[in-house]
């Protein structure tokens, strides 16, 4: 009896297996969507994967929806004819990458080929100055995680159930899983910056909401053409004021001349 019921428990579990993995003629494989062994990769993977040990990938590997990497991610290619080691492309109302922490890089460029534009005009007028006063530069620190979670968690709850009526905060409270709530680990040690609800009444264009949070982000590399406007702004006002201090130095000039021959005149009169 005993041999029987492990014999069918045996099949039950291989049959199950059986369903969620498939190798094709090609020694293709595929987990999860067996329909997909001729798709082309070797392995196929639908749905979530977790690896606690080193993955080594040669070749190429692409990854779809939403992954996680907890520890190092460790990216080479010694293709030359591959211009990229790695590539993030897509389509998303959010971030195609999201780095919880300090990213170190030892270069980068932007794009910016005139090829890719369009509607382009000059960013320039006399209100650039103006609009960078209104501007504090902050001196400040990120909270610590422990510190941040109960008032990140609520904000995003809140968030994302601000379309609905009548909201309270049992229902605020309930209705989401913080577990489903990833809380950002900031970088630590004192920062110099702008806050992103005080430059979206100045600069409305360099500050984006982050839609599943709720929370600003300031994009910073776009200040740079505008201090550079600024300084050639700053650059006109410093070249008028030279010119004046040029015309009010031949004034003083012209005016001293004046005065030394007044005085001879009244020295001649009293000799």
Do not use: C
């Amino acid at each position: 009896m005993k041999l029987l019921t492990s014999l069918f428990l045996t099949l039950i579990t291989f049959s199950s297996v059986y369903a969620q993995l498939e190798v094709n003629s090609y020694n293709n494989v595929s987990i999860g969507s067996p329909s997909y062994t001729g798709s082309g990769y070797d392995l196929n993977v639908t749905g979530s994967t977790r690896m606690q040990s080193r993955v080594y990938m040669y070749g190429g590997a692409s990854l779809y929806s939403t992954n996680y990497v907890y520890g190092r991610l460790s990216v080479y290619s010694s293709s030359r004819s591959n211009p990229y080691a790695l590539k993030v492309s897509g389509e998303t109302s959010g971030y195609l990458v999201d780095i919880q922490g300090t990213l170190r890089v030892n270069s980068s460029v932007y794009t910016s080929d005139e090829r890719y534009k369009k509607n382009i005009k000059s960013y320039s007028g006399s209100t650039v100055l103006s609009k960078l006063k209104k501007l504090e530069a902050k001196e400040y620190e990120f909270k610590k995680s422990k510190e941040l979670k109960e008032d990140y968690i609520r904000n995003v709850k809140a968030h994302r159930l601000i379309n609905k009526d009548s909201i309270t905060l049992s229902e605020i409270s309930d209705s989401i899983s913080a577990d489903s709530i990833i809380v950002p680990h900031l970088p630590s040690g004192k920062r110099v910056g702008f806050i992103a609800q005080e430059v979206e009444k100045v600069f409305p264009d360099f500050v984006s909401v982050d839609k599943t949070t709720g929370y600003y982000s300031v994009n910073y590399i776009e200040f740079i053409p505008v201090l550079w406007e600024a300084v050639k702004e700053q650059e006109v006002i410093i070249e008028d004021l030279q010119a004046q201090v040029r015309t009010n130095e031949a004034d003083i000039v012209a005016l001293r001349q004046e005065l030394e021959k007044l005085v001879k005149k009244f020295d001649k009169k009293n000799q």
